[in-house]
């Protein structure tokens, strides 16, 4: 009889819990724009940008980048060289997550960005500071 887990004998190992890699708050750019961005390794090896409680304005082609740049310089207008584009903002309230492309050296990106490409401004931005070891 095939044994589920849990029942006693099942030698599965339990999968890794999710682990925060960087966090920053929000800043205001161009619109007020408040909350958590959260990049963390899922339990699957995966990578996501976690926005929490996020509150920004509505507005025409908003998408999420993480810049090279920090926070005050991509808040500013300017996304800088080698920015990358995660996807179209889901929603201007609350909590959402952006899959980061594999292999995508973290360590060469300082903040999480909402722009509006239409109009090429910030609408916000996070600085993405390293989690403590």
């Excluded at 339990?43 to 998408?63: F, N, Y």
């Excluded at 201007?92 to 490409?117: E, K, M």
Aim: net charge negative.
């Amino acid at each position: 009889m095939a044994q589920t887990q849990g029942t006693p004998g099942n030698t599965s190992t339990p999968a890794a819990a999710p682990v925060e890699l960087a966090r920053g708050s929000f800043v205001s750019g161009e619109h007020d724009t408040s909350g958590t961005a959260r990049v963390v390794r899922l339990s699957d090896g995966g990578i996501v940008l976690r926005l929490e409680d996020l509150r920004t304005s509505e507005g025409p082609d908003v998408r999420v980048y993480l810049s090279k740049r920090p926070a005050a310089e991509s808040k500013a207008d300017t996304l800088g060289d080698g920015a990358v584009e995660l996807d179209h903002l889901k929603g201007n309230r609350g909590n959402q997550n952006y899959t980061i492309p594999v292999g995508t050296d973290l360590s060469q990106f300082h903040s999480a960005v909402i722009w509006c490409s239409r109009f090429s401004v910030g609408f916000g931005s996070a600085d993405l500071t390293p989690a403590a070891k």
